[in-house]
């Protein structure tokens, strides 16, 4: 018998529990607000499109958690974002710290206008 089993859910029992169960809600953050959308694994990473676009991504680190808004999430927040650690089109929040599940929800709703707005 075949077992098949969720790519998103494999990455996410992965982790250490503790790290786990952040990535978990981050996911269903992610979910709530973009309905829609697909979810697979992207770049090693669990990923989200809307309307075959990229919509935004994350990832479990050892000490913190990476979320990636590709490029317009992390500029159309820019301000309240300054806080964290950042890369290009990336910011990490910290494992140590509470994640900013309220930002998160309103970067990832700005995307998903964002990308219903310019589908093509």
């Known amino acids: 018998m075949t077992r098949y089993t969720d790519p998103v859910d494999e990455y996410i029992q992965s982790f250490p529990e503790r790290i786990a169960l952040v990535l978990t809600q981050m996911r269903h953050t992610i979910r709530e607000q973009a309905n829609d959308a697909s979810e697979s694994i992207s770049y090693g990473m669990p990923a989200y499109k809307l309307h075959g676009k990229p919509l935004v991504y994350f990832a479990g680190y050892k000490h913190h958690i990476g979320f990636y808004a590709t490029p317009t ?8 974002l300054s806080v964290y650690k950042q890369g290009k089109g990336s910011v990490q929040f910290p494992l140590d710290q509470p994640l900013p599940w309220d930002l998160i929800r309103r970067i990832v709703l700005f995307r998903v206008q964002e990308v219903s707005e310019n589908r093509s």
């Open 73 to 80: 999430g992390h500029s159309a927040f820019a301000d309240e």
